[in-house]
């Protein structure tokens, strides 16, 4: 299993030599629609002859969409590090298969017995595959998400026979969080287990994780990881943030991604991401090298603010 990361162990450089960008609450909301001043500003980037890439919990087929909207030449990473793929050379095509490292196929099922058990709803990600159980009423849902159609099988557990990339549960908001301590202590060793959304409770081969997969491509490219800008806003982006030396959590992100971040970015609604890059990665080195310093004492901040906040709660429980 990998080494585990600790938050904030890689220096910052300048200037920034690659980026890595989650999707979902980082450059789109629930409108799932790329802000213009978004597009803009990584197009620029792409210009500029940085590298850029989505890393992920999309399948890869959903987010090469949005890369070719963006106008991305480098990898996708999908599947929260478990997939990675070129960008294809035309359009409607799946793009080169770069690294796949999949689930036991027997942890899988047992994932999903587990998630069954606890009120979870699981469906599987394999490869470009969404598949789902045949009577599952949010099917049209996730279809509609993930821009791509759902394989319907009778049973989940019996269609699965082989590795598969990753394991989904899906539940009511907070549930996923309530259960994470109890999943990765059950299934330690034998899958890496994340929450990826308020609802989403996700299964991984062991070692797997955005982090990961951004050492990989920085590796890849020759990029040192301390030129890296990595953007992101739930607990499955918190290895990737730690990996790098410019770590970014969204406003909206959990405390303990706050905590492993260097900075916080201004609010999606904003285009936060879009202003970051502008700053850290488009600006001067100078100038680029200010906003930094003046970005990291706005988190320490922000941070100093939740740790009060947390232990007001736990004195006013207490008395």
């Known amino acids: 299993m990998a080494r585990p990361f600790v938050p904030r162990s890689v220096a910052p450089e300048l200037p920034i030599r690659l980026i890595a960008l989650d999707i979902d609450g980082t450059l ?7 802000g213009d001043r978004t597009v803009a500003t990584i197009r620029r980037a792409v210009h500029r002859g940085l590298r850029v890439s989505l890393v992920t919990g999309r399948m890869t087929l959903s987010a090469i969409h949005f890369a070719t909207t963006l106008g991305l030449t480098d990898p996708v990473i999908g599947t929260q590090g478990g997939l990675i793929r070129e ?4 359009v409607g ?5 770069l690294r796949h490292r999949p689930l036991d196929p027997a942890v899988a099922r047992e994932a999903v017995a587990w998630s069954r058990e606890r009120g979870l709803d699981p469906h599987v990600n394999h490869l470009e595959r969404l598949v789902i159980r045949a009577d599952d009423p949010m099917v049209d849902d996730y279809s509609a998400f993930l821009g791509a159609m759902a394989t319907r099988v009778p049973d989940l557990a019996t269609w699965i026979r082989r590795p598969v990339t990753k394991l989904v549960s ?4 907070g549930r996923p969080w309530s259960l994470l301590a109890e999943a990765r202590a059950t299934f330690a060793g034998r899958a890496d287990v994340t929450v990826a959304h308020p609802r989403f409770l996700e299964f991984v081969a062991p070692g797997v994780s955005k982090g990961e997969a951004v050492r990989w491509l920085a590796r890849r490219s020759g990029v040192s ?10 607990l499955n982006d918190l290895e990737m943030l730690a990996a790098v030396g410019h770590g970014a959590a969204m406003p909206s992100s959990p405390d303990a991604l706050i905590e492993a971040a260097r900075y916080v ?3 999606l609604a904003e285009e936060g991401a879009a202003q970051l890059i502008e700053r850290l990665a488009l600006s001067r080195v100078r100038e680029a ?5 003046e970005l990291a004492d706005q988190a320490t901040e922000i941070r ?3 740790r009060a906040e947390i232990a007001r709660r736990g004195a006013s429980r207490s008395g």
């Open 28 to 34: 789109v909301d629930d409108d799932i629609v790329l």
């Open 87 to 90: 960008m294809p050379r035309r």
């Open 93 to 97: 095509q799946t793009g080169r298969l």
């Open 170 to 173: 899906v539940g009511p908001p």
């Open 225 to 234: 990881l301390g030129s890296v800008l990595a953007i992101g806003d739930q």
């Open 265 to 267: 970015a201004p609010p």
């Open 289 to 293: 090298s200010a906003s930094a310093r």
């Open 304 to 306: 100093t603010e939740i």
